[in-house]
């Protein structure tokens, strides 16, 4: 029996038996009182979890038919990443309001979009990959932004590399981005890239940088990347609200994703005192703390530095545009004689660190398909290659523990857009001005995409003809 100064008493003689009783004992009184509860609940969870994605793989999915766009923009067809900030909010309208029957009975789960970079041997390709329901949607934001564009059905290229790894030709390695910090920070977006340079250029494109690792690759080699964006609601945005509340009560930084299973449990029992002493001290509880301390208590906590000032704006200003579910993740795939991801993984990786501020967030790699500590014949390297292949195919969010995060129409249209004219990148594919011949004189260098068309069969090689009918020298 503990006795407080408040005029109650604490009896703890339950749990000093419980503690004298062996771990069978005690496992089994903790399910008698209510253990039983949490095992249910995780059984349902796991199971409705199950069903849900049984009902959409075989009611839902199943039916849907992806395609592949390849998007050309003429090569001085001026526009500033806004334009393409204005595409992604006109995707937003894919948003589908998915009820409890649409969920657990038929399946339905909201379509996304990816928006691809590739370069195959060297060349540089945009693509929007969509659902067919959607194909109309994803023309009409195009053209409204850019209309002399050139969009065009393509195959899928990722059928180009193989499935299943070890592989007798093809080696791969991917990586999976993820933010330094909560999705409530914004990253550095291409406001932050206007500045003077010349007379008559003030942005520095960080798409220069970006595109300058696709060129690194050669005969042979193969180097994607994908951003995965699926429209969600504005619960994020409450969030965003409180963690701005919580930095302007005093709360800190607040950096990090705060941690998750048993500790996001254990750190609100752990603060438990802490809190009451506040709420007792708040009340006049506590007769040793005078008006005046209490005041100047007050005062210390409504401080509000210029750094915390500046984080809340930086966050108001994202949750006041459209969200987006986001993933952004790169593969190298290339033939066993000229493998080397180095030349360009380690680039990207670079490239995204302009986007890094350092009171906020920034994109950085997850994981990859490259296993430190690996056992004997690389086998968790061979089954993180094997399952991030299958993820990046499938264009799927989830990969491993990282489930996608919250990038609004300003971050993304900074990190994908169609590079303005001074971006000088080798045979990056942009359309013409005017479909006409050009002049007979003028010397022409003809690259050939490696993109096939959709529905375009590949010609067949003429057979040669039999020897009673060749001609007689």
């Keep these: 029996m503990f006795s407080t100064p408040f005029g109650f008493s604490l009896d703890f003689s339950f749990w000093q038996n419980f503690l004298n009783l062996p771990l069978s004992e005690q496992a089994w009184q903790l399910f008698a009182l209510g253990g039983w509860v949490l095992i249910a609940y995780f059984f349902i969870k796991a199971g409705a979890e199950l069903w849900v994605k049984y009902r959409q793989e075989t009611k839902y999915v199943n039916h849907w038919e992806w395609i592949v766009l390849a998007v050309?923009?003429?090569?001085?067809?001026?526009?500033?990443?806004?334009?393409?900030?204005?595409?992604?909010?006109?995707?937003?309208?894919?948003?589908?309001?998915?009820?409890?029957?649409?969920?657990?009975?038929?399946?339905?789960?909201?379509?996304?979009?990816?928006?691809?970079?590739?370069?195959?041997?060297?060349?540089?390709?945009?693509?929007?990959?969509?659902?067919?329901?959607?194909?109309?949607?994803v023309y009409a934001a195009l053209y409204a932004q850019y209309p002399e564009a050139e969009i065009t059905e393509v195959e899928d290229y990722v059928d180009n590399i193989p499935d299943h790894y070890p592989d007798s030709d093809y080696d791969v390695m991917g990586v999976d981005f993820t933010l330094a910090e909560d999705e409530v920070y914004p990253i550095r977006t291409y406001p932050g890239f206007e500045?003077?340079?010349?007379?008559?250029?003030?942005?520095?494109?960080?798409?220069?940088?970006?595109?300058?690792?696709?060129?690194?690759?050669?005969?042979?080699?193969?180097?994607?990347?994908?951003?995965?964006?699926?429209?969600?609601?504005?619960?994020?945005?409450e969030k965003g609200i409180e963690k701005a509340k919580e930095l302007l009560g005093g709360g800190g930084h607040g950096h990090g994703h705060g941690g998750g299973g048993l500790m996001a449990w254990v750190r609100p029992l752990l603060a438990l005192p802490s809190t009451l002493f506040k709420d007792i001290a708040h009340h006049g509880l506590l007769l040793e703390l005078g008006e005046e301390e209490a005041h100047e208590e007050h005062g210390e906590e409504a401080t509000i530095t210029p750094g915390i000032k500046k984080t809340v704006e930086a966050i108001e200003e994202k949750i006041s545009k459209i969200g987006f579910k986001s993933k952004v993740r790169a593969l190298y795939?290339?033939?066993?004689?000229?493998?080397?991801?180095?030349?360009?993984?380690?680039?990207?990786?670079?490239?995204m660190n302009q986007f890094h501020i350092q009171s906020s967030n920034a994109i950085v790699p997850y994981m990859s398909t490259h296993a430190h500590y690996d056992t004997k014949h690389h086998r968790k390297s061979l089954r993180?290659?094997?399952?991030?292949?299958?993820?990046?195919?499938?264009?799927?969010?989830?990969?491993?523990?990282?489930?996608?995060?919250?990038?609004?129409?300003?971050?993304?249209?900074?990190?994908?857009?169609?590079?303005?004219?001074?971006?000088?990148?080798?045979?990056l594919h942009k359309a013409g001005h005017k479909r006409a011949e050009p002049p007979s004189e003028l010397p022409v260098e003809v690259t050939e995409s490696p993109l096939k068309k959709k529905g375009e069969s590949v010609p067949a090689e003429p057979a040669e003809a039999p020897p009673s009918e060749l001609p007689y020298a």
Aim: charged letters at 25%.
């Design 333 to 351: 795939a290339a033939r066993h004689a000229v493998f080397s991801p180095n030349r360009c993984i380690e680039g990207l990786v670079g490239s």
């Design 72 to 137: 050309d923009i003429p090569a001085m067809f001026i526009q500033t990443p806004k334009a393409v900030e204005q595409i992604f909010a006109h995707l937003s309208g894919a948003a589908a309001h998915i009820n409890v029957r649409d969920k657990f009975w038929t399946g339905k789960k909201q379509k996304w979009f990816t928006l691809e970079i590739i370069s195959i041997e060297g060349y540089i390709q945009f693509l929007i990959r969509t659902e067919k329901e959607f194909l109309d949607l």
């Design 384 to 427: 993180l290659q094997n399952t991030f292949v299958k993820a990046f195919k499938k264009r799927k969010m989830q990969w491993k523990k990282s489930n996608g995060y919250i990038l609004n129409i300003e971050e993304l249209a900074t990190v994908w857009h169609f590079p303005l004219p001074f971006v000088k990148t080798p045979l």
């Design 195 to 237: 500045y003077k340079i010349s007379k008559d250029e003030v942005f520095s494109d960080p798409m220069a940088a970006l595109l300058e690792n696709f060129t690194r690759v050669g005969h042979g080699e193969n180097f994607w990347m994908h951003i995965i964006i699926e429209p969600t609601g504005s619960g994020w945005k």
